[in-house]
């Protein structure tokens, strides 16, 4: 027996089935069945939908989680995430959102069960304080051995340099300097000869 929700019905809340739902008109809430859920083309489903098998060729806003298949026709619209053991999408079908296709994160849909997908934490190991390891008695060490020495080698000694002898007084005072005598430069011999003149 099929369940159907027509397309001039409008429904807000929680619906939970035992059997196949087909949703023709509007739906706001929560849709949880133990069967197979069919969204039409007329329909606009703002709900998350739990079910065995999912079909959709309407419109949804919502997580669709299927245990067994999850099929969007020609003209779905989804903007949610897709979880079911197999996913199947038609070229022309729209979806934004996530999808895993994983058979282990899709459990069947049970009436306790609540109607969104719940992530599950994985279990954190629990620390242990590492036990204390005995060590064996620390064993005398054994006695140092003299070993003599080869005396180091010494580089011999480099001569003192020679002893600087003083330059003479006479040696020191410089010869005096030749006078200077100015660079005339070119025809100047003839001007100062006319001004003689």
């Known amino acids: 027996m099929t369940t159907v929700i027509g397309q001039s019905t409008r429904i807000r809340g929680r619906i939970l089935g035992a059997q196949d739902i087909e949703v023709h008109g509007q739906l706001e809430g929560d849709l949880q069945a133990s069967g197979e859920v069919v969204i039409e083309a007329s329909a606009l489903v703002l709900a998350n939908v739990d079910a065995v098998r999912i079909v959709v060729r309407g419109a949804v806003r919502g997580t669709l989680t299927a245990s067994e298949s999850l ?16 996913i199947a999408i038609a070229s022309s079908a729209l979806v934004r959102g996530h999808v895993q296709t994983t058979a282990a994160a899709v459990a069947a849909p049970t009436r306790a069960a609540a109607p969104a997908a719940r992530r599950v934490e994985p279990a954190r190991p629990v620390y242990t304080a590492p036990k204390p390891v005995s060590r064996p008695a620390a064993t005398p060490a054994p006695a140092a051995v003299a070993v003599k020495a080869a005396p180091p080698k010494v580089a011999p000694a480099a001569p003192p340099p020679a002893p600087r002898s003083e330059p003479s007084l006479v040696a020191k005072k410089k010869a005096a300097p030749a006078p200077v005598v100015p660079a005339l430069k070119k025809g100047t011999k003839a001007v100062h000869k006319a001004k003689r003149a």
């Open 71 to 86: 099929v969007l026709e020609d003209g779905a619209r989804v903007i949610g995430d897709l979880r079911a053991a197999r």
